[in-house]
């Protein structure tokens, strides 16, 4: 069976390399100087490849890790093709890509590990839609960090899972190279680690379990510790991420904050909206899963609860009054005409004062229906915690920009059900490939030219 399941895998990959390779290909004929961001990051990275390792673009908010790759692979390819230059745009865009194959294999053995139990068809098919995610695999094929960083956040929750902590505590602070707040992710994985440890090692957290009851067990086995020495195993299982975590807040500290370089247009914000605009986005992307889902587990339950009605009009005012005092709107989201977010501010949310109060149902029913979805497969501990995580991710972040939900989009969607239905699972794959085909066409095929730079060409990008 796993024989069987690899090849198939490894056929599927074939032909998602030879796609991506293409995509890459037509990328560099057509966008032939960097674009955007890419010109901080290239002109950065080749600043690394002559040795200049004291000098740093002021306009960078992120480490230096996606450089450090970089350098140790174009050293490897210079040394395997000779004198050619490796730190040109072309050559650089190939690291994102080829770590956009081993993203594959990444999100591959994560799905066998969460849903050992479905078919081979299923596994590879939830592989490659996943591989597919319109965010992440437009930017395997331009040198940004997001792709890096979804690789390492992926590979340590892969460790985690497989009982290999020290190698996820070094993949965790690995990434942390790539983006500051994937500090967060390591939280949540090293959290998942000791929930684990509970479920196995003393049974006192079960998925069904209430978040109540969940609590009052932990806290009643760690009343009957004190004293005792027989459970230092989960001090083996929390350190390695705890080490990261103690890390992270030493470099806070001397940084006098989160951000390099550009802090003035990267100051933390109190943006709780934020955090509704990712779930009615997650509800959209995974529509084709959710909703088969939701309508039939509706029909089972007959109605809702009166304790859930009253639960869900106390969500709807929490959310109303947030958004009526904590909504933001960034400077460059208003003003940059190349990413689609400006279009959706522009066209809906600035139409009529009254839209963004109109959207508050969209987001209750959203965050009900992720959160119900996931439910059944995960402790209503972890579900709080991933919850929380994505908030502390996304809340300070005054900016709303589609490529920092791509990491809580994949914890999510990972333990979202993958056995329910064949056709959900083709017809979510379809729409990424639909999705993908639009906006890498229109982003080759469609640039523009703003007035105040004639000449210079313009896309659109996520």
Known sequence: MRQQTAISAGSVFVVYALVSYSVLQKVNSTVKEPYMDEIFHVRQAQHYCKGDFDVWEPKLTTPPGLYLISLVLNMSLTWIMGNKDMCTIESLRI???LLGLVLFWIIFGLVQQLHNTISIWQKVTSTLTLSLFPISFFFHHLYYTDTGS?????????????????????????ALWLRQTNVVWVGLVGFSAGISWFQNHRNIIRPKDSLSKSLLNINSWAIQQIGKCEDREILKVLIPYGIVIGVFGVF???????????????????HVPQLFYFYAYMAAMTAPVILPLII???????????????LGGLLAVVMTISVSSFTMEHPFLLSDNRHYT???????F??????????????????????????????????LALALCTAAVLIPSPLLEFRYFTVPYF????????????????????????????????????????DSEPGSLQRFMW
Not at 151 to 171: K, N
Request: aromatic share 16%.
């Open 95 to 97: 690291t994102n890509w």
């Open 150 to 174: 979804l690789l390492l956040v992926l590979l340590m929750y892969f460790f985690s899972l497989r009982q290999y902590h020290f190698a996820a505590g070094i993949t965790g602070f690995c």
């Open 252 to 270: 806070l500290i001397s940084n006098g904050g989160i951000v390099l370089g550009d802090k003035a247009h990267h100051q933390a914000g109190m």
């Open 296 to 310: 039939s587990r509706f029909w089972q339950c007959g109605k809702l609860k009166p304790s859930n009605l009253v």
């Open 342 to 348: 400006f279009y959706l501010w522009k066209d809906i």
């Open 350 to 383: 600035q139409r009529h004062w009254s839209i963004r109060y109109l959207a508050v149902p969209i987001y209750l029913i959203s965050v009900c229906a992720v959160q119900h979805v996931i439910r059944p497969r995960v402790s209503a501990l972890w579900q």
């Open 411 to 450: 914890f999510t969607r990972l333990h979202m059900p993958l056995a329910e239905s064949r056709r959900a699972l083709a017809c979510e794959l379809c729409m990424f490939v639909l999705i993908n085909t639009i906006t890498i066409w229109t982003f080759l095929n469609r640039p523009f030219e703003w």
